[in-house]
């Protein structure tokens, strides 16, 4: 059974950093490639940024230069680490297995709520 355990979320200021954590188990994780995604209140889920099991990242273009997805395969961790946050990246945030041909979420975890305010 797969099951992926986010963490790091909490409210922070706009121009602050914040590290999202999470640990995949059921899986062999080398094999896999990771995402996350995001909701944000009253709109749909977006994919925020994705790294293939041979460490190509994707990200949105509205976290390009921002954000930085990461993975430990001998942790079975993926990170993504945001800085210069802005209220615009008020969300939950989802750790996602990815289909390996089409990139698309396959297994979700519970998500972790990031929010930005001053």
């Known amino acids: 059974q797969v099951q992926l355990a986010e963490s790091g979320g909490a409210s922070v200021r706009p121009g602050e950093s914040l590290t999202l954590s999470c640990t995949a188990s059921?899986?062999?994780?080398?094999?896999?490639?990771m995402g996350w995604y995001r909701q944000a209140p009253g709109k749909e889920r977006e994919m925020v940024a994705t790294?293939?099991?041979?460490?190509?990242?994707d990200y949105a273009p509205s976290v390009k230069g921002r954000f930085t997805i990461s993975r430990d395969n001998a942790k079975k961790t993926v990170t993504l680490q945001m800085t210069n946050l802005s209220p615009e990246d008020t969300a939950v945030y989802y750790c996602?297995?990815?289909?390996?041909?089409?990139?698309?979420?396959?297994?979700w975890g519970q998500g972790t709520q990031v929010t930005v305010s001053a």
């Open positions: 059921g899986i062999i994780f080398t094999f896999y490639s």
């Open positions: 996602t297995t990815l289909d390996g041909r089409t990139n698309l979420p396959t297994n």
């Open positions: 790294i293939r099991s041979a460490y190509i990242t």
